[in-house]
């Protein structure tokens, strides 16, 4: 039986528990591992740039971030000339969709060096041999990715990635917690409103993972697996509103598929509490 006409479905981690901070240090150690396994001989730093920026975008829905672009590659062991492209990038934030912060963190320190050394005018002149080809890469359709569109080699790639990113993130959970608003917010929601939780993980580990926690007995149902379908079937229930309450661009994709609504719980302690104390009134409820 209802409560009424909307339902709220709920991620799990990075939505009710505030995971993100160990789930970015995880996918840093996770990218740079699969790249040293991966990389062959014939790579250049050009090649490897990117890989990277393709990656980021198949995995992040297009969203670029300091952490991606930045910590994953000074986390691997490559020639210094990587760096120098990661920066020169950095120089076109708009077209990457990525922070100026990059550029204001990160330029002069890495340039500061040749600039100010004799070998100023050969730096110059090697910015400029590599313009047109960083120009294209800035465009992710006109990237030099052929070598790594190779199917056996991405499926590698992923095999590696996917593995130690699901193995940090098993290992990190146990110290997950929820957000501080969640509980007095849940609490409130679920007067007038049926809660659910969908999230990507398996149903039975999922409903022992809510078990755990006191807001469970505000939960209506708890359902793993693809998100899309899991918002399909719950607006197959009757309700005139269906809205997903989740924290990453996949989980967007997945609420516009279904034709639910969307509320985003932005990465970090302050932000995450601060989008859930907003939620009843940003959402109308």
């Given at each position: ?6 339902a709220i479905c709920f991620d799990w981690d ?60 000074d986390s691997f062991s490559h020639p210094r ?205």
């Open positions: 039986m209802r409560k009424g006409e909307t990075g939505t009710i528990l505030d995971s993100m901070n160990d789930k970015f240090e995880n996918f840093i150690f996770a990218v740079s591992k699969a790249f040293l396994i991966n990389l062959s001989d014939r790579d250049t730093p050009l090649d490897n740039i990117s890989k990277l920026i393709d990656f980021c975008h198949k995995e992040y829905g297009g969203e670029l971030r300091v952490y991606q672009f930045d910590n994953v590659v000339n990587l760096l120098r492209v990661i920066r020169l990038l950095a120089e076109k934030p708009q077209e990457l969709k990525t922070s100026s912060y990059i550029r204001e963190r990160h330029l002069y320190d890495t340039f500061q060096e040749e600039l100010e050394g004799d070998n100023n005018n050969d730096f110059i002149s090697w910015v400029s041999s590599v313009g047109d080809i960083l120009e294209s890469l800035t465009t992710l359709e006109s990237s030099p990715l052929d070598s790594f569109r190779d199917l056996s080699n991405r499926k590698k790639y992923f095999d590696v990635f996917n593995q130690e990113y699901t193995d940090l993130n098993t290992k990190s959970s146990f110290g997950w917690k929820p957000f501080v608003k969640v509980e007095r917010v849940l609490e409130k929601l679920s007067v007038d409103n049926d809660l659910f939780v969908v999230s990507s993980l398996l149903t039975p580990l999922l409903s022992e993972e809510v078990k755990k926690y006191t807001f469970a007995e505000r939960i209506k149902t708890v359902i793993g697996g693809d998100k899309a379908e899991n918002l399909n079937y719950v607006k197959t229930l009757g309700y005139r509103r269906v809205i997903f309450v989740g924290d990453m661009p996949a989980d967007r994709v997945a609420a516009v598929k279904s034709g639910a609504e969307f509320y985003r719980i932005h990465p970090g302690e302050d932000r995450g509490n601060s989008d859930w104390e907003m939620m009843m009134e940003k959402l109308n409820l």
